[in-house]
């Protein structure tokens, strides 16, 4: 399946993160909100999260174009491209070129991991409110870019802004088990459980990693109790915002 961007919260004309990994009200030109990409279990996670809304300037390229490609992943997710019309995201060739998160999510959606990278960076001076979500972006991307220190440090990022968020412990945990640190995922893990409300369809994700990773450190012959240990010890250091 076509690479989801992050989960999305609204899109300007036309993700939100970038899930497609589509990313989740305006002045001028407002984005319709978007929606979780509904693919592999995984899916969400993999995606690049949702997207700030933001006004268009009117005057590049993108915002002056007024049709779609039809053939960019955002198109073919378009009810007039016979798609499910599910993930509301905009083509890639009328993004805002002054919106850089959401250049950077439409970059991310059609595997331009590279790119997407210095975009994410950009957009964090430009949109202070949404950080952590840039972050988390930013981390899944750096995974994508075959980059799992980078993707581990904006986790950890992301979830000093927020600590109360399923998906950044997600992008974590990923990030850590790309590094071969299975003990510390499952760290992480059990901290995602601690601090995040149990009804968000990412929790359950955590829930379902925490299974995966129990029986690769029970395999891996580390113990379970040292594990708890490093667990509590870390939760007693964080401080909640």
């Not at 589509?22 to 996670?45: E, G, L, N």
Request: hydrophobic share 40%; glycine share 4%; with cysteine.
């Amino acid at each position: 399946a076509a690479t989801a961007a992050p989960a999305s919260v609204a899109s300007a004309a036309a993700p939100a993160s970038v899930a497609a990994t589509a990313a989740p009200a305006v002045a001028a030109t407002a984005v319709p909100a978007s929606v979780h990409a509904t693919a592999a279990p995984d899916a969400a996670a993999n995606a690049a999260p949702a997207e700030s809304k933001g006004v268009r300037c009117r005057n590049c390229p993108g915002c002056k174009k007024t049709t779609n490609c039809g053939k960019c992943i955002a198109c073919k997710q378009m009810l007039e491209f016979g798609g499910s019309g599910k993930l509301l995201v905009v083509c890639v060739t009328r993004v805002c070129h002054e919106n850089h998160l959401q250049l950077a999510n439409a970059e991310f959606r059609e595997g331009h991991y590279e790119k997407a990278l210095p975009l994410y960076t950009l957009a964090l001076t430009e949109r202070p409110s949404v950080r952590a979500l840039i972050y988390s972006n930013r981390s899944e991307c750096s995974l994508k870019a075959e980059r799992a220190a980078e993707a581990l440090a904006d986790a950890n990022e992301a979830l000093q802004l927020d600590r109360k968020t399923p998906m950044y412990y997600v992008r974590k945990v990923k990030a850590l088990r790309a590094l071969k640190k299975q003990s510390e995922a499952l760290v992480a893990v059990r901290e995602g459980r601690r601090f995040c409300a149990s009804s968000s369809k990412m929790y359950h994700r955590l829930v379902e990693l925490e299974a995966e990773l129990v029986e690769l450190v029970s395999q891996s012959g580390i113990q379970a109790t040292s594990i708890a240990t490093t667990a509590a010890s870390n939760c007693a250091k964080s401080s909640l915002p």
